[in-house]
């Protein structure tokens, strides 16, 4: 069965420090991938997303991610966080019968 | 106006009532999905549709049912509410295979 591990749950982080969170995921298949972000109280957003091609993807405010196949891993970065970047944040995966799998979410917390 | 539109926001209910939650969506797309968040185990899928008359479980879809009554509207019911299904329910929408979904604001659902 597809999954998605997020193995950091909640990061606290001071603000222009730099973010990595980390996502793995086990499907064997050609994979699409996805950050979401859920800003207290509101609905998820598209951060950004990886269908193919450069393995480097980036998104919107400042977020990349890198796909790294021989991992298994799509890894979140930012070279420098606000306060405003405090959500919760999401992997997914698209696997079998265009099914979405997400991970259990990494609460940031950016200290101003 | 929001794209894809959840009814209610919020809602308290008791145990055993019958309970209906309402998607519907502007976007056009044919792909439509209910989800459940929980503290620290992120979106789990209860049903997914791809077309009006196409409906397909989840990997949580016990104790819940779906209708597509029309290519805009995708409804979850909860027959008889128990308290562990005190969740807030997201539910989406996508384009083609494999594109980004579109998320709702949720309902915010409490079964007392």
């Known amino acids: 069965a597809q999954s998605v591990s997020q193995h950091n749950h909640h990061v606290i982080l001071s603000e222009a420090a730099s973010l990595e969170l980390g996502c793995n995921y086990s499907y064997g298949g050609t994979v699409n991938l996805f950050w979401y972000v859920q800003y207290p109280g509101q609905h998820l957003q598209l951060l950004l997303k990886y269908f193919s091609g450069d393995p480097l993807v980036k998104g919107i405010k400042g977020f990349e991610a890198e796909f790294i196949k021989s991992k298994f891993s799509f890894n979140l970065r930012k070279p420098s966080v606000q306060w405003s970047d405090t959500a919760e944040y999401f992997c997914a995966v698209k696997g079998n019968f265009n099914k979405f799998y997400f991970g259990s979410g990494t609460k940031l917390n950016v200290k101003p | 106006d929001a794209d894809v539109t959840q009814t209610p926001r919020n809602r308290i209910t008791k145990t055993g009532k019958r309970i209906m939650l309402e998607c519907s969506q502007t976007?056009?797309?044919?792909?439509m999905y209910w989800y459940r968040q929980d503290p620290g185990l992120g979106l789990q899928l209860i049903y997914y549709?791809?077309?009006?008359?196409?409906?397909n479980k989840g990997e949580i879809s016990d104790g819940y049912s779906v209708s597509r009554q029309a290519q805009a509207k995708f409804s979850l019911s909860l027959e008889s509410a128990i308290p562990n299904q005190t969740a807030l329910y997201f539910c989406?929408?996508?384009?083609?295979?494999?594109?980004?979904?579109?998320f709702g604001d949720g309902t915010r659902l409490s079964i007392l």
């Open positions: 976007k056009g797309h044919d792909r």
């Open positions: 549709s791809f077309d009006v008359k196409d409906i």
């Open positions: 989406a929408t996508s384009a083609a295979s494999g594109q980004p979904q579109h």
